[in-house]
């Protein structure tokens, strides 16, 4: 007998080892991934996006192809007419300057001209007001489209989503990047085509100004090109702190966003002076750090200005000297001070411009992420389609564990010791059972046994690490997403009820449903003394969470669900739990009302609320100890009958 427990004593725990090395090559696998994408080539991610299926920018701009073209002519149209709006305008003014130290017939005809001039700059900024119009409704018309094909196509994508991705990362994390990040991407995008336009505008300008005298135009080449030192700098440092605020922004969006939804908690358990100094440290950290970076982006962009006045006063002087000596006209002159700005605005529009290519490129890598199942796990399901689930679950020689990661660098530069970096927590080594169809079983034991871990794995919401789950016979891995979801209905604790009305939410889990199912789903839920005293009755809307329920009322409304839906397999998971003997006896009752019509699964925190199961699973540290009705188990089993005595559990 000893030697037998000794082999199973070892057999476990080589099974934990496999399990620990199996886990910990994933996460080596994983950073070994993410090292390797920042060092790709732009024709290496190319090829990595389309091995993975990940969409691009592009897949969704194709489609508006007709739309982009006619933006890139207006634009070009734009540019143009803006190059010789300031061209023909400083013409305009040099024959005025002309004009007022000529006498005579000359003065006349400079005059004249003068005046065509400005007619025609008058028209062509009437013309780039128009174009300008013509581009503002192009652009609307098309990127309108495109950010609600990105926010819906994100939402769907988050469906997709395994249990292990929403536990590896907080809300924040995908709420940006579905909600703003699209709108954020498409608008800077458009911003990056119309400062283009001005740097074409302003090198031409500058070019222009060199041809009229290229010492002058020397010392502004001068100082644009340390500006442009300057501003490769400040994008470097720019792109790398907008990086860092993003995960930062993302952190304080799911505090936020938790703070708001337990709110009735938190004020409960007076937890209001705690939170608020953990809200204060994130926000502190981020406006601190934003802080930072504007100080040091101000303190970049002094030095530009600094650097764009000494060339300028350099090149004003410079004019001056030769107005003097002769080898400069007034005129010229008078040109090249009013545009002596060009040079500096071409290095502030192309410097504007790849400030917003980086957001664009930023803000797509974090949009695009979510569809790389490397970075973002999604459910993988088989391609069998059962027509008619009987019912029946087996597990055999199910083993499964959970792994924990650090995620953060600065959690990771805490360890010394890197392996510290995964942690496995084993709950199964080699569960089996089998549950009959159209039975009633239930799941006891205590705190962190596995209960709600089984039903995660019956569902599918986790997978095992060996083994096997059968439905029907057939391993859940293969079975189609179609024949599981629509076979196999959770309620849980704390079941989410959306912002919708009584009614609307009952016709998410079937939205043809009939009156009379509606009715017959409310009545064996015992709903329906409840919705009779609302004024609004079944359209009363009942807030977010159900935050204008009680904790039955959501519970009932829940199993109302799942009824609807008529499901071959109903899970329950601690769904009596938190509420009172009344609530208990009605959510009871409810599941009674189901009893034989479909293979319903109890996870039961409360022993009194099982006694009527067709059979219980009595399991302590991942370990089925015993079985059997609740009468044979209360008799033989010295342990549950404490737990039932004390409801200890």
């Known amino acids: 007998m000893k030697n037998e427990k000794e082999k199973n004593f070892k057999n476990k725990n080589e099974e934990s080892s496999e399990i620990d090395k199996k886990s910990q090559k994933t996460a080596k696998k994983e950073e070994k991934l993410k090292n390797k994408q920042q060092k790709m080539s732009w024709k290496e991610r190319r090829e990595y996006r389309k091995e993975n299926n990940i969409p691009s920018l592009w897949h969704y701009l194709k489609n508006y ?137 302003a090198l031409i300008i500058s070019i222009y100004i060199i041809t009229i005298n290229y010492i002058v135009g020397l010392i502004l080449i001068a100082g644009m090109i340390a500006n442009f030192i300057v501003e490769k700098y400040r994008l470097k440092l720019r792109g790398k702190n907008i990086k860092i605020s993003n995960k930062k922004y993302d952190k304080i969006n799911s505090l936020t966003t938790e703070i708001v939804k337990s709110e009735r908690d938190v004020k409960s358990l007076g937890l209001e002076e705690k939170l608020k100094v953990t809200t204060e440290n994130y926000y502190d950290d981020y406006n601190n750090f934003n802080y930072k970076r504007s100080m040091q982006n101000q303190s970049l962009n002094q030095l530009r200005n600094l650097i764009y006045i000494l060339a300028s006063m350099g090149a004003i002087i410079l004019g001056v000297v030769l107005l003097e000596r002769g080898l400069l006209v007034f005129a010229s002159y008078m040109i090249i001070y009013s545009n002596r700005g060009s040079f500096n605005n071409f290095i502030m529009q192309t410097s504007a411009m790849l400030d917003i290519k980086n957001d664009v490129t930023i803000y797509g890598q974090r949009i695009f992420d979510l569809f790389d199942n490397n970075k973002f796990s999604v ?229 009194s609320t099982i006694k009527n199961v067709d059979k219980i699973y009595f399991l302590d540290e991942g370990e089925i100890i015993d079985s059997g009705t609740f009468e044979e188990l209360f008799n033989k089993n010295e342990k549950f009958k404490r737990m039932f005595l004390a409801e200890d559990i």
Request: hydrophobic share 40%.
């Open 65 to 201: 192809k007709l739309h982009i073209f006619l933006y890139a002519f207006f634009t070009i149209v734009m540019i143009v007419t803006g190059i010789f709006y300031t061209i023909i305008a400083a013409n305009a003014i040099a024959d005025v300057t002309e004009a007022i130290s000529a006498s005579g017939e000359e003065a006349s005809r400079l005059f004249e001209k003068a005046i065509i001039e400005f007619v025609i700059v008058l028209s062509l900024f009437v013309l780039e007001r128009l174009l300008t119009f013509i581009l503002n409704t192009i652009y609307l018309r098309f990127s309108t489209k495109i950010i609600s094909q990105l926010n819906n196509d994100l939402a769907y994508q988050a469906f997709k989503f395994s249990a292990s991705t929403y536990s590896n990362n907080n809300t924040g994390t995908f709420v940006q990047r579905i909600v703003n990040d699209p709108n954020r991407m498409i608008n800077q995008l458009v911003s990056v085509v119309d400062f283009f336009g001005g740097a074409v505008r």
């Open 379 to 607: 459910e993988e399901f088989g391609n069998i389609n059962l027509d008619n689930v009987e019912g029946k679950i087996e597990f055999k020689n199910v083993a499964y564990g959970y792994t924990d990661k650090l995620k953060d660098k600065d959690d990771l530069n805490k360890v010394e010791d890197k392996s510290e970096t995964i942690k496995n927590k084993n709950v199964f080594q080699n569960l089996s059972f089998t549950i009959e169809p159209d039975t009633t079983v239930a799941f006891v034991g205590k705190s962190g046994s596995g209960k709600s871990t089984i039903l995660s794995l019956m569902s599918k919401m986790f997978e095992v690490d060996s083994g096997q789950v059968l439905i029907d016979g057939v391993n859940i891995n293969e079975l189609s997403k179609e024949t599981l979801r629509k076979n196999i209905s959770l309620v849980n604790q704390f079941p989410y009820i959306f912002d919708m009305s009584i009614k609307e939410n009952l016709l998410l889990a079937k939205a043809d449903a009939t009156d009379k199912e509606l009715e017959d789903a409310i009545e064996k839920s015992y709903l329906k003394e409840f919705i009779d005293t609302l004024p609004g009755g079944i359209e009363t809307i009942v807030g977010e969470s159900g935050i204008k329920l009680s904790g039955g009322q959501r519970q009932r409304l829940a199993i109302a669900r799942a009824m609807l839906r008529k499901s071959s397999i109903i899970l329950f998971d601690e769904s009596t739990s938190s509420l009172d003997n009344l609530a208990q006896e009605h959510i009871k009752q409810s599941i009674d009302n189901m009893k034989g019509s479909s293979t319903i699964v109890i996870v039961a925190h409360r022993l």
